[in-house]
Nanobody, 124 residues
């Protein structure tokens, strides 16, 4: 059984950076062999929003327009990372990683595996 574990959130000031990580407890992500690993976020009173995606096999990535050029998704054999640079106060949210075989990778309903979320707060 694969359980995703998110970490790396925290309280930072506007313009600062954070690096989020998504690994697994139990079986490895490689065992799961998902088509895609994605990061979503959910701000206060908002729905779950797509942030970034990376193919588990290969290096294809995609980003929400609002984060392109500031966020970077990457992976190694066991972990998926999300580098958040130039953070804005409006990006305060719980960030979740998700794994699955989506036909539309921006649709959270197509991901059966989720991390527990990690809180990112951007405030001066």
């Amino acid at each position: 059984q694969v359980q995703l574990v998110d970490s790396g959130g925290g309280l930072v000031q506007p313009g600062d950076s954070l690096r989020l990580s998504c690994s697994s407890s139990g079986s490895t992500i490689t065992t799961l062999d998902p088509a895609a690993l994605s990061w979503f976020r959910q701000g206060p009173g908002k729905g779950r929003e797509f942030v970034a995606m990376i193919r588990w096999s290969g290096s294809t990535t995609d980003y929400a327009p609002s984060v392109k050029g500031r966020f970077t998704i990457s992976k190694d054999s066991a972990t998926v990372y999300l580098q958040l640079d130039s953070l804005k106060p409006s990006e305060k949210a719980v960030y979740y990683c998700a794994a699955g075989w989506p036909t539309l990778w921006g649709n959270p309903d197509e991901y059966p595996y989720w991390g527990q979320g990690t809180q990112v707060t951007v405030s001066s």
